[in-house]
């Protein structure tokens, strides 16, 4: 199973990103992203289950959305409205076999 995220880079406040991650070797019935920001530790920011259940941390309700392409194994985390308080590297994760894989992390810094 791999996990390529990207999409990351700079920001404005008020801006948008869009990361991506491309999954092989698993489904994305059940996907998730993360975020671990510079001496915090990593915390869920979205996560859709089966059925497309989704749920968000509170810091991120309505400005985020995640999706995801079941054909195309492709998970997505479009942020709106950015704001320093985003700035974190982000990874994505699925579940498989009782494991949850990882990809590498997409840096993504907002600039007051």
């Known amino acids: 199973v791999q996990l390529q995220a990207s999409g990351g880079g700079l920001a404005q406040a008020g801006g948008s990103l869009r990361l991506s991650c491309a999954v092989s070797?698993?489904?994305?019935?059940?996907v998730g992203w993360y975020r671990q920001a510079p001496g915090k530790e990593r915390e869920s920011v979205a996560r859709?289950?089966?059925?497309?259940?989704?749920s968000y941390a509170d810091s991120v309700k309505g400005r985020f959305t995640i999706s995801r392409d079941i054909r195309k194994r492709m998970v997505y985390l479009q942020m709106d409205s950015l704001s320093p308080e985003d700035t974190a590297v982000y990874y994505c994760?699925?579940?498989?076999?009782?494991?949850?894989?990882w990809g590498q992390g997409t840096l993504v810094t907002v600039s007051s």
């Open positions: 070797g698993a489904s994305v019935t059940v």
């Open positions: 994760t699925v579940p498989y076999r009782g494991y949850d894989y």
């Open positions: 859709m289950v089966g059925g497309g259940i989704i």
